[in-house]
């Protein structure tokens, strides 16, 4: 049966960005699961299916609904046993500590450093939601949000030492080959190439390698994305 994912779109509704959907799409080709895609905006929280929290991703699958990336891994991994996108429960309780990690630590970074760009991006019923929403957060117009989002990227690129250094030692997040871990990271840095020209990372950096090795599996399901280099 093909499953459906509700995914942000932009403008243009091929441009997808959301971190975490991109979680969920790299987790279902891992799976080898066909994945069909909703282009869903932030204005449209009434389209969703029931229930979710007023965000994406949200999966259909017949007639079970699932929101929340996590719990979302959790389904796939539980009811499509091919494949394992964990493998153990030590390895989901690393996964775990990834995401947390990732969201709490590397995407406000992220943020502050394509904020503007991701704005310029979306469609126009989205743009007064999205600058009124985020501009409330920072206390602060967009455009000072990333006026000093050079010496940001330098505290990103250090956040990310722990990473460069077990790609030294090893290929993937999870190992000798990828699995759920990589895609949470992965969905970040995928969000901010989706959105924004501004380049994370120097190429001879180890984690810049790791990236493309993500952008390239899969048939090239990342390095295919459609960009918007504001």
């Not at 959301?18 to 932030?42: D, N, Q």
């Not at 997040?173 to 949470?184: H, R």
């Not at 390698?209 to 994305?225: F, N, S, T, V």
Request: charged share 25%; hydrophobic share 40%.
């Amino acid at each position: 049966m093909m499953l459906t994912m509700y995914d942000l779109a932009g403008a243009n509704d091929d441009h997808r960005f959301s971190p975490y959907c991109w979680r969920i799409r790299m987790a279902c080709a891992h799976k080898g699961l066909p994945l069909e895609t909703v282009a869903w905006r932030f204005t449209e929280k009434d389209k969703l299916p029931q229930p979710n929290a007023g965000t994406v991703p949200v999966l259909v699958d017949g007639d079970t609904v699932v929101a929340d990336s996590w719990k979302i891994a959790c389904y796939l991994e539980e009811r499509y046993l091919a494949k394992p996108i964990f493998g153990n429960e030590a390895a989901r309780g690393e996964a775990l500590l990834i995401k947390y990690w990732t969201e709490r630590t590397l995407h406000p970074l992220i943020t502050r450093m394509t904020v503007r760009d991701a704005w310029s991006g979306l469609h126009e019923k989205d743009q007064g939601y999205f600058r009124e929403s985020r501009e409330k957060r920072f206390g602060r117009p967009l455009e000072q949000v990333v006026a000093d989002r050079e010496p940001t990227r330098e505290a990103f690129r250090a956040a990310v030492e722990p990473l460069r250094a077990m790609l030294a030692d090893q290929p993937f997040v999870c190992g000798q080959s990828a699995a759920y871990g990589d895609y949470i990271l992965f969905g970040m840095f995928q969000w901010a190439r989706c959105v924004s020209g501004f380049e994370l990372l120097e190429p001879t950096d180890p984690v810049h390698a790791w990236r493309q090795r993500l952008l390239d599996m899969y048939d090239g399901l990342g390095a295919k994305a459609i960009r918007h280099d504001a």
